[in-house]
């Protein structure tokens, strides 16, 4: 190790890189990259193309799913010894659908300082310029392939009350799409296509829609779905009330207020606000 002031903390940095545009690099990713004693990576191969763009001439190692078990205790060991690490994936920021999880857990588990380098991600892009809601969001990741487990895994998040972000590949998109359609509801929704590349789309569409569309013209490339989230419910104030009052007689405002969300899709909030009223008035 030396004494260069300009070396950065000893420790993890996991790094974001970019999704497809180059120039969507940080400085500061560069530079600790150039300053860090090691770069983690996904695929070597593939980081050393970023490396050569920037001059990054760190020394690699391969950090993924067949080999993480077996190199992270001497990952741990050089923490300890003071090292600087950068942890970078193919694309966008790790952990994100992408390793690091486990490392990033270890290395907090061992004392070891864990920073992070942040930059591109395919989901926080897509959703930033797909126009669906994005107060709340959740993302989901890849769904299962197969039927069973998918279906599980949909019906789960339909009662999910916020945009849903799902990761696809161009193969799977129509087949994908029905198979939210059918579990979800035919919500509108976003494919997002190429983010920051040449052939960047953004397609918008129901989800039945979309999956016909798809299924007849086939697109290549890398995919985000933006789903957005279930319409509220349209019930009226009479029967917002009704359910309140009857609620009121066994629950405490609050719960009182989340059941008539979740039942009647109305907001919490003014549930909340209503259900304070009709407990005064009465
Ligand atoms: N860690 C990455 C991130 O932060 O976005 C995601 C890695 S995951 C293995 C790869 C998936 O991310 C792709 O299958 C696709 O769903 C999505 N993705 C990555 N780059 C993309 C891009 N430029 N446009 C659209 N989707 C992209």
């Not at 969507?24 to 970023?50: F, H, N, P, S, W």
């Not at 760190?58 to 950090?63: D, G, M």
């Not at 983010?195 to 960047?200: G, L, P, R, S, W």
């Not at 953004?202 to 086939?218: I, K, T, V, Y």
Request: glycine share 6%; aromatic share 6%.
């Amino acid at each position: 190790m030396t004494d260069d002031p300009l070396r950065p903390e000893p420790g993890l940095y996991v790094t974001a890189t970019p999704i497809g545009n180059l120039k969507d690099m940080t400085y500061r990713a560069v530079e600790i990259m150039k300053g860090a004693d090691l770069i983690l990576c996904e695929d070597t191969r593939q980081t050393a193309k970023l490396c050569a763009a920037y001059g990054v001439e760190t020394r690699r190692a391969p950090y993924h799913d067949h080999n993480a078990a077996r190199v992270r205790p001497g990952i741990l060991k050089q923490l300890a010894e003071g090292a600087v690490i950068c942890l970078v994936s193919d694309a966008g920021t790790p952990l994100i659908s992408d390793p690091g999880y486990k490392l990033v857990r270890a290395a907090r588990d061992a004392g070891a300082a864990v920073f992070p380098i942040p930059g591109a991600s395919a989901a926080i892009a897509a959703l930033c310029a797909a126009g669906a809601p994005s107060d709340q969001f959740h993302f989901a990741g890849f769904a299962p392939q197969k039927p069973g487990a998918r279906a599980k895994f949909l019906e789960k998040l339909s009662t999910v009350d916020a945009t849903l972000i799902f990761y696809e590949t161009a193969p799977r998109l129509a087949e994908s799409l029905r198979a939210l359609s059918e579990h979800l509801g035919d919500r509108k929704a976003v494919v997002a296509r190429e983010i920051t590349k040449m052939h960047e789309a953004f397609h918008e569409g129901s989800l039945s829609e979309m999956a016909a569309r798809f299924a007849d013209a086939p697109v290549k490339g890398e995919i985000v779905i933006v789903v957005h989230p279930p319409e509220r419910g349209e019930a009226d104030e009479a029967e917002i009330d009704d359910f309140l009052k009857n609620a009121l007689q066994t629950m405490r405002v609050r719960d009182a207020a989340a059941a008539a969300a979740d039942a009647l899709g109305v907001s919490r909030n003014d549930a909340y606000a209503r259900a304070l009223v009709l407990k005064d008035d009465g």
